[in-house]
């Protein structure tokens, strides 16, 4: 039911670049021994020869897979319900081990970012990262690795360490939990932004009273966070 509806989608978006798909578009890279699928969004107003800013997603425990549809739920699920709020081409790798950590799938984001960017005009000035719990911690972790190539983040119950802060002091950060959430604790954001501060830089922090883990929710589909994503260029 999930592919039908991003189909149908997909069909809705075709927009006056029709020469480019529109939507939610299935793709795949061989990465070593793996055939990996996964998801590019192209926003209907995308034109090819402007460059467009861009967003990586990356899924939660609950999205893991290899069907290379799942990990558009809950982002794709927002965008669906306000497509004029997110003008953004959106990457969605999706990590296949439940278990694993998405630095261990590194290669496997920065291939798909890749991928997209030899496909696309994308905006290398204007890339964001964002993701959802163990995709909240990979948000902290991918973007520690390549502190350089993000303009702004947005990890949602995620998770990290000191050391992962103390490399993003210069990275624009908007961070996202619910003080009611019993999978991955609020402190843990709050730790976050407490050593990122504490190392120099700047922290925006919204914790939500009485919210779960799926803070994702109200970050998504609530807050102004496209808008805040465009406010930051590198």
Not at 100 to 113: H, P
Not at 172 to 200: L, Y
Not at 201 to 217: I, Q
Request: aromatic letters at 10%.
């Amino acid at each position: 039911m999930l592919g039908l509806s991003l189909a149908l989608v997909t069909a809705a978006v075709v927009g006056r670049h029709a020469d480019v798909p529109k939507g939610f578009l299935a793709k795949s890279l061989k990465l070593g021994d793996r055939d990996i699928r996964y998801v590019v969004y192209v926003p209907p107003n995308y034109d090819a020869a402007k460059p467009t800013p861009t967003i990586v997603f990356l899924n939660g425990m609950g999205e893991c897979g290899s069907d290379g549809w799942r990990q558009t739920y809950h982002l794709g699920g927002a965008i669906m319900l306000n497509v004029s709020k997110w003008p953004f081409i959106v990457v969605f790798p999706q990590k296949q081990d439940t278990n694993g950590l998405w630095e261990a799938e590194d290669d496997l984001v920065m291939a798909a970012l890749g991928a997209t960017r030899r496909e696309y005009n994308v905006d290398a000035s204007r890339l964001y990262l964002t993701g959802i719990s163990q995709g909240g911690h990979g948000t902290w972790a991918i973007a520690a690795n390549h502190p350089d190539v993000f303009a702004a983040i947005a990890p949602i119950c995620g998770w990290g360490t000191e050391e992962i802060a103390r490399k993003l002091t210069r990275v624009p950060m908007w961070v996202f939990h619910g003080d009611a959430d019993a999978t991955v604790p609020a402190d843990r954001s709050r730790d976050m932004a407490k050593w990122v501060e504490a190392a120099g830089g700047s922290c925006r922090l919204t914790v939500y009273p009485g919210v779960g883990h799926n803070s994702w929710d109200k970050a998504y589909r609530e807050e102004d966070l496209p808008a805040w994503f465009l406010q930051h260029k590198r």
